[in-house]
């Protein structure tokens, strides 16, 4: 009887291995959103990567949080480090192509609690009464990352929270497109 049992649990980890195997080797997640501001607008709020702390959707996360900025103060070359508690881990992003106010590609390296390289788009789109923002993200899966996904719908894990992002990136860059036209007030002059 053992030995028929260990037959079928042996025969169910090949099969589950077989079918892990067979799943595809790259994933792609993408959300998007209208946001009433120009893409100027919008494109600003992205390629700073200082104003992310503003509307990312895991910037307050971990309260404690260590971020480092380097390399160029704004667009391409500049990086962004952090490091924080088990709900954000650590990792590196640098935004290695900036065409404004229409793209924005960044390489994002997570270091824990797993080590992956994805890359990330941000696709910004005029339309009436402002701009379509989307935010994709893709890369490589390996085994243990396409058995992880057998459980966890990665698609609407990391969507869930992109759609948190957008949500929030459209009220910052809505409001500072409200305070780009308003007329500045000019200071009063000495007596």
Same mark, same amino acid.
């Given at each position: 009887? /053992?030995?028929?049992?260990?037959? =079928?649990? /042996?025969?169910? $980890?090949?099969?589950?291995?077989? &079918?892990?195997a067979?799943?595809?080797? %790259? &994933? ?7 946001? =009433? ?7 600003a ?8 702390? =503003? !509307? ?8 404690? +949080?260590?971020?480092? &900025?380097?390399?160029?103060?704004y667009?391409?070359?500049? %990086?962004? #480090? ?10 590196? +992003? ?36 402002g %701009?379509?923002?989307? !935010?994709?993200? %893709? ?8 058995? &992880? ?7 609407? $894990? ?16 809505? #409001? ?12 009063p002059?000495?007596?």
């Amino acid at each position: 009887m /053992l030995k028929k049992v260990l037959f =079928a649990v /042996l025969a169910a $980890l090949v099969v589950f291995a077989a &079918y892990v195997a067979a799943r595809p080797s %790259t &994933y792609r997640i993408e959300r998007d959103a209208p946001i =009433a501001a120009p893409p100027e607008v919008v494109y600003a709020q992205i390629a700073d990567l200082h104003r992310w702390s =503003a !509307w990312s959707p895991w910037a307050n996360l971990d309260p404690h +949080m260590s971020v480092q &900025y380097g390399g160029a103060a704004y667009g391409q070359g500049a %990086t962004y #480090e952090w490091s924080g508690n088990e709900k954000i881990g650590q990792g590196r +992003m640098s935004i290695v192509a900036a065409r404004p106010p229409s793209e924005i590609d960044i390489q994002i390296e997570f270091l824990k609690p797993w080590s992956q390289t994805s890359r990330s788009q941000f696709l910004l789109q005029p339309e009436a009464g402002g %701009t379509r923002v989307s !935010w994709v993200m %893709t890369g490589e899966q390996d085994f243990i990352g396409k058995a &992880y996904g057998v459980f966890v719908n990665q698609d609407k $894990l990391v969507g869930d929270q992109f759609a948190k992002g957008l949500g929030s990136l459209r009220l910052v860059a809505e #409001e500072a497109s409200v305070q780009a036209q308003r007329p500045s007030q000019a200071l009063p002059s000495a007596p």
